[in-house]
């Protein structure tokens, strides 16, 4: 199992940055993949960015697509989401997730094994 732990979150004005972390213990060698998702009140959990242990590649949702940026340090067993140009629209609660069935596509919720407490993301316009 891998347990993982998100920071990073706060409270910012439209058109400002943040920068997420996800630190990853416990069975790391097995991550296949990493994900960032999103959940706003009354809303359900969306996919955000995904990055791929075996080929490096990432995945983004439109809406944040040339404004986040997923990145990994497998060193350090982290993943990272530097958001940029932040909108009223971006404030949700941000998970952390891991390990993704390779049945599912990236932005599935469902097909992630692991997942963080999640951190608060706030944007006032």
């Known amino acids: 199992q891998v347990q993982l732990v998100e920071s990073g979150g706060g409270s910012v004005q439209a058109g400002g940055s943040l920068r997420l972390s996800c630190a990853a213990s416990?069975?790391?060698?097995?991550?296949?993949?990493m994900g960032w998702f999103r959940q706003a009140p009354g809303k359900e959990r969306e996919g955000v960015a995904s990055?791929?242990?075996?080929?490096?590649?990432?995945y983004y949702a439109d809406s944040v697509r040339g404004r986040f940026t997923i990145s990994r340090d497998r060193t350090k067993n982290t993943v990272y989401l530097q958001m940029n140009t932040l909108k009223p629209e971006d404030t949700a609660m941000y998970y952390c997730a891991a390990n993704k069935d390779v049945r599912r596509y990236w932005f599935e919720a469902m097909g992630y094994k692991d997942w963080g407490q999640g951190t608060q993301v706030t944007v006032s316009s």
């Open positions: 416990g069975y790391t060698d097995s991550i296949n993949s």
């Open positions: 990055h791929i242990t075996a080929s490096g590649n990432t």
